[in-house]
């Protein structure tokens, strides 16, 4: 069976857009076949503006989401593989989706065929994972960081 993410993706762009809000992705930038500008990476990800007046020639397309975009004032291609997608939300009030890490292709295979374990970097920690460990507060004694504005939100 065929994933759902590119159609759920799809669906809440649309969604987005009608409520007169501006779509965001977050994408795990470590991913084959993902191109995206790597300066503007952080911690293995990046968040990227999907909005119609942002970017031009959007496609998002069963096996990836692909654009023209500006940064920095250059002009690139962005290629983001549909198992790259770990979120679409809406950046003014963080309604959308985060969806589950998916093993890349290779670790599949090898999972399927137990040739050994497969090692999850800190990196690769489900974006939900993040969330949750960035508002624990740290050991150090002090008080704890009120946590900024939320960008995103389980939607279930």
Known sequence: MTSS????????YEWILDNDCTPYILVDA????????REFVNDGQIVLNISPSAVRALQMENEAIT???R????????MVPAD???AIYARENG?????????????ADEAET???LVEVSSESKPAEQKLAEAKKPDDSGDKPKKPGRPHLKVVK
């Open 30 to 37: 470590t991913r084959r076949g993902v191109e995206v500008p």
């Open 67 to 69: 654009f023209s975009g």
């Open 95 to 107: 309604q959308g989706m985060v969806f589950e890490v998916e093993p890349e292709a290779e670790e």
């Open 114 to 116: 137990d040739i050994g």
């Open 71 to 78: 940064f920095g004032g250059e002009a690139l291609t962005i």
């Open 5 to 12: 993410r590119p159609y759920i993706a799809r669906a809440l």
């Open 84 to 86: 790259a997608l770990m």
